[in-house]
């Protein structure tokens, strides 16, 4: 078994859906918004981690969603990508709130509301302590937030990806419906693609392995999650390179 270490720079990876209310399912709960805000904040401040930051926006819109059924692919996936940049200003707005110095950088440019995306830019903010969030995907169809999160986590050099969710980890199956699912505690990448467990989309997954770059799934929403995983607890499920983790 690994074990696991701190994390000076990270790449977090936040969906949508993590930004709503699940009993309204959609839209932005400002009170979820803060939460995640102040303990990004909290982090920052005791530990001073670099952290960089991937939204997605299945809150709002999907591309490949029922919502979009009948509509062009393309279209459908940059009005996804508009979705991301709404989630990006909200999170953006919270964060400043809590005094975190933050930038929204986009694959599509909108210079009246954010930065364009330039990796030398955004390495250089996380040097300088501000909090970078990634908005718009990767401003082309057809890849997810979840490929954005790898593509840009592997630009600045991040240790680690981490995923918030709302489960604890990573299970044989759906723990909502199966009540004797059972959560690894670490798995490697070619067991997650061979049984098709959920943790990223397959190209997502593939470029981190390609490039040994580990994976944290942990619940986002409860209290010190973030700060217990960037530290090195053993929070979640790790994913990594190892093949023999689950032999």
């Not at 696991?4 to 859906?17: A, H």
Request: aromatic share 4%; net charge negative; glycine share 10%.
């Amino acid at each position: 078994m690994t074990s696991r270490t701190p994390f000076r720079r990270v790449l977090l990876k936040l969906s949508g859906e993590a930004f709503s209310d699940p009993e309204v399912k959609g839209g932005i709960d400002p009170t979820i918004v803060r939460q995640v805000a102040r303990e990004i904040a909290e982090l920052q401040a005791s530990d001073g981690t670099e952290i960089g930051i991937v939204v997605g926006g299945g809150n709002i819109f999907r591309g490949n969603s029922p919502s979009a059924t009948g509509m062009d692919r393309s279209q459908a996936d940059h009005m996804g990508m508009l979705a991301t940049v709404i989630n990006a200003l909200a999170l953006q707005d919270a964060l400043e709130k809590e005094g975190v110095d933050t930038r929204v950088q986009t694959a599509i440019a909108m210079q009246e509301v954010a930065e364009p995306y330039i990796r030398r830019r955004a390495v250089r903010h996380l040097e300088k302590g501000l909090v970078v969030i990634f908005a718009a995907g990767l401003g082309a169809p057809y890849f997810t937030t979840d490929t954005t999160a790898a593509q840009r986590a592997l630009e600045i050099d991040a240790e680690a990806i981490l995923k918030g969710t709302g489960v604890d980890g990573v299970y044989d199956s759906d723990p909502k419906r199966n009540p004797d699912a059972t959560r690894y505690e670490e798995i490697d990448f070619l067991s997650v693609l061979n049984q098709g467990l959920g943790v990223m989309d397959a190209t997502a997954i593939s470029l981190c392995m390609d490039n040994g770059l580990p994976i944290v799934v942990f619940e986002l929403l409860r209290e010190g999650n973030i700060r217990r995983v960037v530290r090195g607890e053993a929070v979640g499920t790790l994913v990594t390179a190892d093949k023999n983790l689950a032999d």
